[in-house]
Each structure stands twice: as C-alpha cells, then as structure tokens.
Nanobody
C-alpha cells in the first residue's frame, strides 16, 4: 500500500519558520520525483516545490522561491520542506504528492498519490 504521511505543520507568526516532513512507503522512493502541493481555504491546489529523484535538482514556485527549501533523504524515504520568512499568504494545508511526470522548471504536473496533509497557519 502506497502511503505518504506529512507532519510538522502548526501555527506561527509572520517571519517564522517551520519544517515539514513526509515519510513515504509502498513504493521505491529513490526512483521518483516528488513534490509539495498546498491548498488554501476556498482555493485550488497550488504546486509549491519539487525535487528530482536523486535530490540534486530542485524547483520552486515563484511565490516561495528564496524562502522555502526542499530536500530529501532517500535512505530514510523522507521528503522535507524548510519554510522560512513565512507570510500569512502561506497559510494552507500542505501535501506531499508523487507526480506522474518528471518535474521541470514549469513545475511538477499530474499526481497519482497524495498524503493526508498538514496544516500551516501563519498569523499574528
């Protein structure tokens, strides 16, 4: 059974930091690109960041570039998202997801499996 389990969300003030984790099981993690997606209340899903299978190449949406850092540990089957300089507009539920297609500078498109998500709230 494929499982992606996110953790690390919470409530922080603007300018604060959080580190999200996603533990993966049920497929060979090191063979796949993987992504972070978020969805704010009343809005559609938004791609945030992606990382190719070896972890060497990373991609970011313009809205988070320079503030968020994606990484992975293939030995631990774990994906991370370090989020710094958080803004109220970063408030959303964050999901890790496996893209169907390879990620590129245009994003990670098409997902065949998602986690249950972790809530991030940025508010003063």
């Amino acid at each position: 059974e494929v499982q992606l389990v996110e953790s690390g969300g919470g409530s922080v003030q603007p300018g604060g930091s959080l580190r999200l984790s996603c533990v993966v099981s049920g497929f060979t993690f090191r063979q796949f690109d993987i992504a972070w997606i978020r969805q704010a209340p009343g809005k559609g899903p938004e791609w945030v960041s992606g990382i190719e299978s070896t972890g060497i190449t990373t991609y970011y949406a313009d809205s988070v570039k320079g503030r968020f850092t994606i990484s992975r540990d293939n030995a631990k089957n774990t994906l991370y998202l370090q989020m710094d300089s958080l803004k109220p507009e970063d408030t959303a539920k964050y999901y890790c997801a496996r893209p169907i297609y390879k990620c590129s500078v245009n994003g990670c498109l098409g997902y065949d499996t998602w986690g249950q998500g972790t809530q991030v709230t940025v508010s003063s």
